[in-house]
Structure formats: structure tokens, C-alpha cells
């Protein structure tokens, strides 16, 4: 049981370019979650998902795009990366809104010189 | 605004116990989650506690006091491997996770 798999583990980017975090979990979770982690920092919502064909903006949207097309996969997507994009990205499921806890993936640390 | 507070960073001795407290001020309150992140890793679920009072898990206690916005996770017997970071969030009335900055707690020999 592989639980929540996220891909790349590093990546660097240059100002300008595009690039897709992939995430996917086998536990047929309904609600899937982004999160990005900076230093002293809580960690943040970008998107989440109460199923397939459903996407919602979270807490910091802006600069990224979201889809999810099968109940695994929910991948994130940024557009023209920025500097203040440079953070730790956490892709989370959890089986019901209430009451359960989130399942994370190891987590993306993205840099953008 | 809605605000989680927690002590940034904490030193307790192995073999000892540590509390961690967490204040909150949220709209509404639909439950309150502990995870335990190691450097580098990912955030692992502790506990999680909805009414009043507390919660026993083996080495770990988390308590609750909504009147208050008050939380805390009480560790017993502490080991080298319990540093971590310890992240407090609370789901507010729309269901959504607010997260403190978490405490870093070092733990010495």
C-alpha cells in the first residue's frame, strides 16, 4: 500500500518556467489537498478536492492550477514560476472532510532562481 | 482573522516530559489535529480531538479545552527519536485545516 506518491522530490526552476507536481494515492480517498511549507511558517492551502471532476481554490491559489480527472490523481500545476514560489509542496488525502486525518506525500522542495 | 499560536521551539531532556501547548482563535471549531514532522519529512497524524478533555495514546496525551482554544500534546518518556516538529491545526466551520507554525522540540541526552 503505497498510500500518497508525489513526484519529483527536488526541482529547480528558473524564472519563467512551467512545471507539473504530480501526486496520486491508492487508498480511494474522495478529498485530495495541496499545501505549500515555508520556513516558520504554517502550512498554507492551495487547492483541494472532494472528488473527481471537483476542484476548489484554498488560502493561495494564485500562480497554480490544479486538475483531477480520476480519484488518484491530483496533479498541481505552476505557470510561469516566481521566486516567492520557492517552498516545500505537500500533497495530502483524507477519506471524509470531518474528523479524518491527512495522509501526505513526502513532499516536493521546489526552488526558483 | 483566525490565529493558531505555539511556542516556536522547545528543549526537554530524554526520559522526561514536555508539553506543548497550542492557542487558537478560529471561526467555529470542528476539531483539533497534532502531526509530528521530522526534518525534511512529512507530517504524520498524532491525534485528534473534538470534545473536551483528554486523549491517551500510549507515550503521547493530547488535551482540549474548547472554552478556551486551548490544546496540548503531553509527551512521556521522551526519546532521541521524538525530535520533531509538532504542527497544531484546527478545522474551522467551513471545514478547513488552519495550521500554527509548529513547534520544534529538541530533545537531549
Known amino acids: 500500500n503505497a498510500g500518497v506518491t508525489q513526484t519529483p522530490k527536488f526541482r529547480i526552476l528558473k524564472i519563467g518556467q512551467s512545471m507539473t507536481l504530480q501526486c496520486t494515492q491508492d487508498?480511494?480517498?474522495?478529498?485530495m489537498y495541496w499545501y505549500r511549507q515555508d520556513p516558520g511558517m504554517g502550512l498554507k492551502l492551495i487547492y483541494y478536492s472532494v472528488g473527481a471532476g471537483i476542484t476548489d481554490k484554498g488560502e493561495v491559489p494564485n500562480g497554480y492550477n490544479v486538475s483531477r480527472s480520476t480519484t488518484e490523481d491530483f496533479p498541481l500545476r505552476l505557470e510561469l514560476a516566481a521566486p516567492s514560489q520557492t517552498s516545500v509542496y505537500f500533497c495530502?488525502?483524507?477519506?471524509?472532510?470531518?474528523?479524518?486525518?491527512?495522509?501526505f506525500g513526502n513532499g516536493t522542495r521546489l526552488t526558483v532562481t | 482573522g483566525q490565529n493558531i499560536d505555539q511556542p516556536t521551539e522547545m528543549t526537554a531532556t530524554e526520559g522526561a516530559i514536555v508539553q506543548i501547548n497550542c492557542t487558537y482563535q478560529t471561526s467555529g471549531f470542528n476539531g483539533l489535529f497534532w502531526y509530528q514532522q521530522h526534518a525534511g519529512e512529512a507530517p504524520t497524524f498524532l491525534s485528534y480531538?473534538?470534545l473536551d478533555g483528554l486523549e491517551e495514546k500510549g507515550r503521547f496525551s493530547s488535551f482540549l479545552s474548547r472554552s478556551k482554544g486551548y490544546s496540548y500534546l503531553l509527551l512521556k518518556e521522551l526519546q532521541m527519536k521524538d525530535s520533531a516538529s509538532y504542527l497544531c491545526?484546527?478545522?474551522?466551520?467551513?471545514?478547513?485545516?488552519?495550521w500554527g507554525a509548529g513547534t520544534k522540540l529538541i530533545i537531549k541526552p
Open positions: 487508498m480511494n480517498h474522495n478529498y
Open positions: 495530502a488525502s483524507s477519506y471524509q472532510k470531518e474528523g479524518s486525518p491527512l495522509h
Open positions: 480531538n473534538v
Open positions: 491545526a484546527v478545522m474551522d466551520s467551513n471545514y478547513q485545516l488552519i
